[in-house]
Structures are given as C-alpha cells and as structure tokens.
C-alpha cells in the first residue's frame, strides 16, 4: 500500500468537508444524540468555516491517500489554546486525525502521526500535543503506543454537552 500524505487547498475544501463529516460520524455517533452531533458538524464542518481554516496561516490540514483514494486527514493548528503546563515550549497541536472506517488498521494513522511529527520538528517546535475523549480507548492507546503521554485534561463541548479530553505529548526534542 502506498500512502500519499499532502497539504490540504481550499480546491480540496469539499473532500475535506466529506472526510471530516464522514469520520467524526463513525467515530462519535453511536457515543452521542443526533441533535449533538449534527450541531458539531454544522458548525464545525461547513465548507465556510473549512475554508476560513484553510486560508488561516495557524493552521495546516493533511490529507492522506491510499494509492489516488482518499483515507483520512489531519489538521494542525498553533496558537489558539495555550495548556499552561506547555508554557514556555514552542508547541503544536494534532487538533484533528481521523482516518476512514475502511482504512483503519493499514497505519495511516500512524503515518499521519509520524507526518505529523516531522512537520513540526522542521518548523521548530519542541512538543506536539492532542486532546483525545477519555473513553475513546482504541484512540488512547494509539497515542500512547505513538509515544504520547498524558499531561492534563480539558473539556471538549460537542453539541450542548461537555465531555472530558485526556491532554496528550510528546517531545520532539
């Protein structure tokens, strides 16, 4: 399997908006009510608001490719929230990585996490860091086998209600 990892246009705005749709939906429906999940995606995955994030220079969205067939994506993003234990560090959060239903278990993930990883390192940043949903265990484990740790939490608001995200790094340097 080859695997094509590549900067998100705004000309990719539409599958974007598919794969993130698609992706959170598998991931997250079964866990909350459909009003819930239809707030989330309405508000985050517009194609308004995807490609406001596309032209946002804090922002870099990967898409990833099993040969020409679209598998997953990933968004990284600085500069919009601060953990306080990440004070003083130049840091980089994976805000999003998701990768299709009929892809799991190919490393694609691990793929997008390694991208990831080099990306940052190259731009200069000493920890990349996530927030991931507490009983989202296959994720937690993912992370945690791709080296991060956990360092604090956070609430996630999806829909009208608050959930709980383990914070999780790792350090580049």
Same mark, same amino acid.
């Given at each position: ?30 866990? &909350? $009510?459909?009003? &819930? ?40 993003? $600085? ?7 990440? &004070? ?55 992370? &945690? ?29």
């Amino acid at each position: 399997m080859t695997v094509i990892i590549k900067p998100a246009a705004a000309a990719d705005v539409l599958l974007l908006q598919q794969l993130s749709i698609d992706t959170f939906t598998d991931t997250y429906g079964v866990y &909350n $009510t459909p009003e &819930n999940m239809r707030l989330f995606i309405e508000k985050h995955y517009s194609t308004l608001q995807l490609l406001h994030e596309l032209a946002d220079n804090a922002v870099q969205y990967y898409l990833a490719f099993n040969g020409k067939v679209p598998a997953g994506y990933m968004k990284l993003r $600085t500069g919009a929230e601060n953990p306080p234990a990440l &004070n003083g560090q130049k840091h980089i959060e994976i805000e999003r990585i998701y990768v299709l239903p009929a892809f799991k278990g190919q490393k694609i993930g691990k793929q997008l996490i390694e991208h990831a990883c080099r990306v940052a390192t190259q731009q200069g940043y000493q920890v990349i860091w996530l927030g991931v949903w507490e009983e989202n265990k296959n994720a937690c484990a993912f992370y &945690n086998k791709q080296g991060f740790v956990v360092f604090g939490e956070h609430a996630f608001v999806l829909g009208t209600e608050a959930q709980r995200d383990w914070l999780m790094k790792k350090d580049l340097q």
